[in-house]
């Protein structure tokens, strides 16, 4: 059986080591209690499954959506609310923010487990399969392939080349980029080059080339 990478979001510790423990044998869990750290796990690990409180100190639930389906990994991620607030008010806020389900602290472990896993692979099944000449991304696994050979690209790699090749011109402006892949204020130069030379070597049999052109980086057929 497939376990999805899940992350879990609530202010309650006590919550955060519950669900772990039921979830842990189902899927791969990593929880935090700061809404801001989950956003910095984004950056580090790809998880299909998201699971949010609505109500934290720091920052509710909806705001926390929001920032996810903004973020090059989060977006393409099923999110659930986990919440013991059962209102209408709330589950049509968090529906309308495009969740994939709203479950209840009250319900039983396993009913939420299926409704989760439900979820995260009726997403995968619609996800799009992007292909540029002899170059393949499969959103469903996060895989690269070229000539239909596996290339193993790191979370940093993949991210500069799901930017350039979503963009409908196959160009971004560098610092965009940069703020796209990093999510944080500031990068050095050299390490973004680093990442852009490897990722260059990884894609070198590519039919197209990963060009620097004054203040953007473009996709250029060979």
């Given at each position: 059986?497939?376990?999805?990478?899940?992350?879990?979001?609530?202010?309650?510790?006590?919550?955060?080591?519950?669900?772990?423990?039921?979830?842990?044998?189902?899927?791969?869990?990593?929880?935090?209690?700061?809404?801001?750290?989950?956003?910095?796990?984004?950056?580090?690990?790809?998880?299909?499954?998201?699971?949010?409180?609505?109500?934290?100190?720091?920052?509710?639930?909806?705001?926390?959506?929001?920032?996810?389906?903004?973020?090059?990994?989060?977006?393409?991620?099923?999110?659930?609310?986990?919440?013991?607030?059962?209102?209408?008010?709330?589950?049509?806020?968090?529906?309308?923010?495009?969740?994939?389900?709203?479950?209840?602290?009250?319900?039983?472990?396993?009913?939420?487990?299926?409704?989760?896993?439900?979820?995260?692979?009726?997403?995968?099944?619609?996800?799009?399969?992007?292909?540029?000449?002899?170059?393949?991304?499969?959103?469903?696994?996060?895989?690269?392939?070229?000539?239909?050979?596996?290339?193993?690209?790191?979370?940093?790699?993949?991210?500069?080349?799901?930017?350039?090749?979503?963009?409908?011109?196959?160009?971004?402006?560098?610092e965009s980029l940069k703020s796209f892949v990093y999510h944080i204020q500031y990068v050095s130069d050299n390490s973004f080059r680093v990442h852009l030379a490897n990722l260059r070597r990884k894609l070198a049999d590519w039919s197209h080339e990963i060009l620097t052109?004054?203040?953007?980086?473009?996709?250029?057929?060979?």
């Amino acid at each position: 059986m497939t376990k999805y990478n899940l992350l879990y979001i609530d202010d309650d510790a006590e919550n955060l080591e519950l669900y772990k423990s039921a979830f842990s044998d189902l899927f791969n869990i990593d929880t935090t209690l700061d809404p801001n750290e989950a956003l910095n796990l984004l950056n580090k690990k790809i998880y299909e499954g998201i699971l949010v409180d609505i109500h934290m100190p720091t920052m509710d639930g909806f705001e926390l959506i929001s920032k996810v389906k903004q973020h090059v990994t989060g977006k393409d991620a099923s999110l659930f609310i986990l919440s013991s607030d059962s209102s209408l008010d709330s589950k049509l806020q968090g529906l309308k923010a495009g969740i994939s389900d709203y479950l209840y602290k009250l319900m039983h472990i396993d009913e939420m487990a299926l409704r989760i896993k439900n979820g995260i692979e009726t997403i995968k099944e619609v996800t799009p399969i992007k292909t540029i000449d002899n170059l393949k991304v499969n959103f469903n696994t996060f895989q690269v392939s070229l000539n239909d050979e596996h290339v193993p690209l790191t979370l940093t790699e993949y991210k500069i080349l799901m930017c350039l090749a979503n963009s409908e011109k196959l160009s971004c402006e560098i610092e965009s980029l940069k703020s796209f892949v990093y999510h944080i204020q500031y990068v050095s130069d050299n390490s973004f080059r680093v990442h852009l030379a490897n990722l260059r070597r990884k894609l070198a049999d590519w039919s197209h080339e990963i060009l620097t052109k004054g203040k953007s980086i473009k996709l250029i057929k060979r």
